[in-house]
């Protein structure tokens, strides 16, 4: 891949540094643009605008192929820890994760303003390939469109994946039981902190930076050693309590947390602190809540926190029958306190 | 489907008509917007974020799986013939079927800037749920975000399609040969003459209608009849030039095409005088060329023709040995013209 290497780069045939309308036009400047910025980094050289993919884990049968979509127009593009690329391979990486899906392939289609920066394309276009190579997937086909000044914010990437669910595995949040136990894979809320800090107008200096990441790997090793483990979520917009009551509901059971357990920092603690906002409900891009049954949770613990995706898990509450759809914390002070579904938004344009 | 039926809709959660921040906030704004508007069309009732699917086609050995995402964000979102959701629908469709895939799931990604009209939404949505249903595709998972007026323009669809491959077809450009013909499945440009008249500034009044249409039904026929046919394209963004000139250089061979043979509807060819377009380089949204060998053209033309899609079929064309990558056309007066590869853009946000 050009960017990463030391190979000098190729005499650039786009002039200018800056995308110009004529770049999303169908002709030569598109084609140009893409060759330069996309091509190189995304597709096996040759392969055509449709991506023609095989796969043995596909054929098993029994096998399920996964199949999930997502939009990034998170603002700003870059901040500490990520930017729209990482977090859109990431995003859909986790997406397919959390269901029990292998992810294979990638795709990935750009929205970009006439005078967005080429060589923030170029930033953004190499921070996914190397999240893509981290999590073992491949960005296997992708578009590009261009609108006027003004009718998008610099760049929005939409990816889908495409993932396979081998056989006998059917997590689902239905399949949760009476008894059994959460586990979160790392501290809450970094992600929504430092978007947060990053938008210029709240004059916040932390050294938080996003946890954004892929999850696949830390899910198969946890599935191997917690084999009966029910469901997973990642806790992206809207945080852990969004996450947490939807399993509520889809599960027909309460949901316990305990305040004392959750794991947080102080520096996240502090933002939320001064703005008013509840960590609960801040977006997480690398955090997922797990729940397993009470017998796997040690073995489910230990392998997350073999990893470095899982250094910070912890066990954070259990299902509980009655009260279906319900989710309340224990709170520091001995107390109980319903932790309700986010209604309306805490952070625009967080992922 | 809710919005199709004369079933008395249900009351609206959604407060107001028009979309807020707080529905992208990933809370029960969110939650709210996308059973209302979304869910009900695309999935199937109770399936989670992530769509999983199994089809036997896949696990055919020789068979592999076609995977193509494309952003639109066409202006205006709604014209004569289509909108962009069913835009969204055919482009995505397309792609897979001139690869020569069968299309099976699709997903829908939307963008949609704050103040968006629900109603506007409704419309979209159940154009792509009418477009799918036609084409026997499934949209089968989605995605929504919402940016600040002024950072999109009211909505952008992204689509991504998986589709199998059928053991032992393999169509690309690369295997076209010296003396193949030419086909059209029908009149070319309607699409991009109808954006440009739908835009308000042009003062255009024509009968035109954009030819946004899924050809899927129509490669399996065209297959079936001509089982060697080498490649096809849809003539989208670029037009029926930029297509042409991507598979003369792909083939390594040099195209010739008679002017006298394109098929052009007299509004076409007004609009362009007028404006001083060519014809050849205006978008197609159901428009596909298709290379056989000379032995299977009539079959060909003859199996597009008895479909509706097929209509105004015409060959006009052939491949050549020698000037590699070269695309010419015989004019009406008998002289030859170079059929170059667009430069910059005729027609911004043509889709």
Redesign the interface.
């Known amino acids: 891949m050009n960017m990463v290497t030391s190979v000098p780069p190729k005499p650039s045939r786009l002039r200018g540094d800056r995308v110009t309308?004529?770049h999303?036009?169908?002709?030569?400047?598109?084609?140009d643009l893409i060759e330069e910025v996309f091509t190189d980094v995304f597709l096996p050289p040759g392969s055509?605008?449709?991506?023609?993919?095989?796969?043995d884990a596909?054929?098993e049968?029994g096998?399920?192929?996964?199949?999930?979509?997502?939009?990034?127009?998170v603002a700003p593009i870059e901040f500490p820890g990520g930017d729209i690329g990482k977090i859109a391979v990431c995003g859909t990486v986790n997406?397919?994760a959390?269901?029990g899906?292998k992810p294979l392939?990638l795709?990935?289609?750009?929205?970009i303003e006439e005078g967005c920066e080429i060589a923030l394309l170029h930033r953004v276009v190499a921070s996914m390939k190397a999240e893509a190579d981290k999590a073992g997937v491949r960005i296997?086909?992708?578009?590009?469109?261009?609108?006027?000044r003004?009718?998008?914010?610099q760049v929005?990437v939409?990816t889908?994946g495409?993932g396979v669910?081998p056989p006998h595995r059917d997590l689902?949040?239905e399949t949760i039981q009476a008894g059994d136990v959460a586990i979160v894979n790392g501290v809450l809320g970094d992600h929504g902190a430092t978007i947060l800090a990053a938008r210029g107008d709240m004059a916040l200096t932390t050294d938080i930076t996003s946890d954004c990441q892929s999850l696949n790997g830390l899910m198969e090793t946890v599935l191997e050693a917690a084999p009966n483990a029910r469901a997973a979520r990642d806790a992206?917009?809207?945080?852990l309590a969004?996450c947490l009551n939807e399993m509520a509901e889809a599960s027909a059971l309460s949901i316990e947390i305990d305040e004392t357990a959750l794991p947080l920092r102080d520096e996240v603690k502090g933002v939320c602190e001064v703005l008013g906002l509840d960590p609960l409900?801040l977006?997480n891009e690398g955090t997922l809540v797990l729940f397993v049954p009470e017998a796997e949770a040690d073995a489910a613990l230990a392998a997350m926190r073999a990893r470095p995706e899982g250094q910070g898990a912890a066990i954070i509450g259990r299902a509980k029958a009655g009260h279906a759809g319900r989710v309340t914390m224990k709170t520091l002070f001995g107390g109980q306190r319903l932790v309700d579904?986010?209604?309306?938004?805490?952070?625009?344009?967080?992922?």
Chains 1, 2 share one sequence.
């Not at 999303?24 to 084609?31: D, F, L, V």
């Not at 055509?48 to 796969?55: F, G, H, I, K, M």
């Not at 003004?150 to 914010?153: E, M, R, T, V």
């Open positions: 309308m004529a999303g036009g169908g002709g030569k400047a598109m084609r055509e605008d449709q991506a023609r993919l095989t796969s596909l054929r049968p096998a399920q192929l996964a199949f999930t979509t997502d939009s990034f127009v997406d397919l959390v269901g899906a392939w795709s990935a289609a750009f929205i296997v086909t992708g578009d590009t469109k261009v609108v006027e003004g009718s998008a914010d929005f939409t889908s495409v669910i689902a949040a992206t917009r809207g945080g969004s409900y977006a579904t986010l209604v309306g938004e805490q952070l625009p344009r967080i992922c």
